[in-house]
């Protein structure tokens, strides 16, 4: 398995993503807008006009006046607002650089933020995002574009290796949130693709005031054995500080300890979510990308209408 993804492969997926049906240049209003428009409105609606009801028309939208006075049902028509800024905020730190099946966490968030990019740029949205967790090389900010630069940019980083053996930085991934509060526009979609395997208790309040501005997606990147530790027998295990441990992988104990742990952190994040009504679409390195973040949008546009 490639530790880091290839910049043409990333480039490609530029063609796919136009099966997330995320083309938005239909109405909000008619039968199809896509997952993408469906899920991400963002919070400004430019009105377009005042029609008759259609079947499959949502009745949220109905405009009650006109019914009275015409004795027809009739409802108002809005256009999704463009040129929305689009944040990708990728983590690159040691940590990603992990996968026992399928592939690689950093070529899984490569791979999902490329998928999105792609389809956000396809519809006139601006694209841009943060690059963070390296070690060496820090935080990245590129600014978001209406052309494909700021993308590129991104893509190109997020397939060159990171310094391997440095010791990683903790608060990184709140470092990130708190650069994408101070500089993205109001109403952002603000896509976090990184290891949430840790205590997330930290990040609420920041994550709190990013929603309050934004539409914020949460992306964690999961690998298989972040939550079963494989039974292997004693292993030593070297830390990126370069500490090493010997575990004993094959105790049941430990084993159901690990897996006790790893559902307490993911019960906290999406706990957390939940609270501050964020939509998070976990990622395994052992699925198809693509096919996860399209149920992750269905299961999401569902949850939206039945509300």
Same mark, same amino acid.
């Given at each position: 398995m490639a530790l880091h993804p290839q910049l043409d492969d990333l480039l490609e997926l530029r063609h796919q993503a136009h099966a997330f049906g995320m083309a938005s240049n239909h109405l909000v209003?008619?039968?199809?807008?896509? =997952?993408?428009?469906s899920v991400f409105r963002g919070s400004g609606l430019d009105f377009e006009e005042v029609r008759e009801y259609r079947e499959?028309?949502?009745?949220?939208?109905?405009?009650?006046?006109?019914? @009275?006075?015409?004795?027809?049902?009739?409802?108002?028509?809005?256009?999704?607002?463009?040129?929305?800024?689009?944040?990708?905020?990728?983590?690159?730190?040691?940590?990603?650089?992990?996968?026992?099946?399928?592939?690689?966490?950093?070529?899984? @968030? @490569?791979?999902? @933020?490329? =998928?999105i990019g792609w389809a956000a740029n396809a519809v006139h949205d601006r694209v841009g995002g943060l690059s963070f967790g390296d070690p060496v090389a820090g935080m990245r900010h590129f600014r978001p574009t209406k052309d494909r630069r700021a993308l590129w940019r991104l893509l190109k980083t997020l397939s060159e290796p990171t310094e391997l053996g440095a010791a990683p930085t903790d608060d990184s991934l709140l470092i990130a949130l708190q650069q994408a509060e101070r500089g993205a526009a109001t109403g952002s979609l603000i896509f976090v693709l990184a290891d949430f395997n840790r205590e997330t208790q930290s990040l609420e309040t920041t994550l709190g005031r990013l929603g309050q501005r934004h539409t914020v997606v949460l992306l964690p990147v999961d690998d298989p054995a972040d939550r079963a530790l494989p039974d292997m027998g004693r292993v030593v295990f070297a830390g990126a500080d370069g500490a090493t441990a010997e575990v004993d992988t094959a105790n049941p104990a430990g084993r159901a300890a690990y897996t006790r742990l790893w559902e307490s952190h993911r019960a906290a994040l999406l706990g957390m979510a939940n609270r501050l009504a964020t939509l998070a679409i976990p990622l395994s390195t052992d699925e198809d990308v693509h096919k996860t973040l399209a149920k992750g949008l269905q299961f999401s546009a569902r949850t939206r209408v039945l509300r």
């Open positions: 209003n008619s039968s199809f807008s896509g =997952l993408y428009s499959g028309d949502d009745i949220r939208n109905m405009e009650w006046k006109v019914t @009275a006075r015409t004795n027809s049902p009739h409802l108002k028509v809005f256009r999704e607002e463009r040129d929305r800024s689009v944040v990708l905020c990728v983590d690159q730190g040691p940590h990603m650089n992990f996968g026992t099946r399928g592939t690689f966490k950093s070529i899984q @968030a @490569a791979h999902a @933020a490329a =998928l």
